[in-house]
C-alpha cells in the first residue's frame, strides 16, 4: 500500500490537515499559516513529529470563527484606529 496522497487518508473523518491544506481551507498562503503558527495569533495545531504538523478541521473553523467580522472597510479602518489608540 502506497503512503502517497491518493491512498484515501483525504476522506477519512478526523484526519490532520497539513500546512498547505489549512492554507487552502482558510484562504491563506502555506507561508502566512508558518507565521502565524510561529508567531502566535494563528489557529491551534497538533505537534505530529519534531518536524510536523497537523491541523484539525474544527480547530480551523473555530479560529476563523474568532475573527472579526466587518460589513465594510470603513468598519474595519475604524477597528484598527481604535485598537491603536487604546495600545
Not at 52 to 72: H, I, K, N, Q
Request: glycine fraction near 10%; charge should be positive; proline fraction near 5%.
Amino acid at each position: 500500500m502506497s503512503l502517497g496522497h491518493d491512498d484515501g487518508r483525504k476522506n477519512l473523518p478526523g484526519r490532520m490537515l497539513s500546512t498547505a491544506e489549512a492554507g487552502i481551507y482558510l484562504g491563506l498562503a502555506p507561508i502566512t499559516v508558518r507565521k502565524l503558527r510561529c508567531q502566535g495569533g494563528g489557529p491551534k495545531y497538533v505537534k505530529l513529529s519534531a518536524r510536523r504538523v497537523g491541523y484539525r478541521l474544527a480547530d480551523l473553523e473555530s479560529w476563523l470563527a474568532s475573527r472579526p467580522t466587518f460589513t465594510s472597510t470603513a468598519e474595519d479602518k475604524a477597528a484598527r484606529r481604535c485598537a491603536v489608540a487604546a495600545a
